[in-house]
Nanobody, 124 residues
Framework: QVQLVESGGGLVQAGGSLRLSCAAS????????MGWFRQAPGKEREFVAA????????HYADSMKGRFTISRNNAENTADLQMNSLKPEDTAVYYC?????????????????WGQGTQVTVSS
């Protein structure tokens, strides 16, 4: 069983950058596709980005394309989310998630393991 722990959240001004990291413990990390989701107060959880088990395939929500980059390091069991040009509307709790297949999905229900989340706050 893989366990996930996010880090890297914080407070940043609009236009700034943050890098979130998701550390996975347990076996077979390289067999799992990974995703990042976020949830703002009063809103539903939404898809941010996903990466296949090999890292060769990535998928982004339209509003994140060109600003966010997802990556993974299977040797270190980590999956990162580089966020640039941040906007106040990016403020949310960000969660990493894994699914026991190699391909990505933008559907939260397709992921069966979640981290505890990390808060990102973007001030205007």
């Amino acid at each position: 069983q893989v366990q996930l722990v996010e880090s890297g959240g914080g407070l940043v001004q609009a236009g700034g950058s943050l890098r979130l990291s998701c550390a996975a413990s347990g076996r077979a990390f390289s067999d799992y596709a990974m995703g990042w989701f976020r949830q703002a107060p009063g809103k539903e959880r939404e898809f941010v980005a996903a990466i296949s088990s090999t890292g060769r395939s990535t998928h982004y929500a339209d509003s994140m394309k060109g600003r966010f980059t997802i990556s993974r390091n299977n040797a270190e069991n980590t999956a990162d989310l580089q966020m640039n040009s941040l906007k106040p509307e990016d403020t949310a709790v960000y969660y990493c998630a894994s699914r026991r297949v190699r391909i990505t999905s933008s559907y939260a229900g397709a992921y069966d393991l979640w981290g505890q989340g990390t808060q990102v706050t973007v001030s205007s």
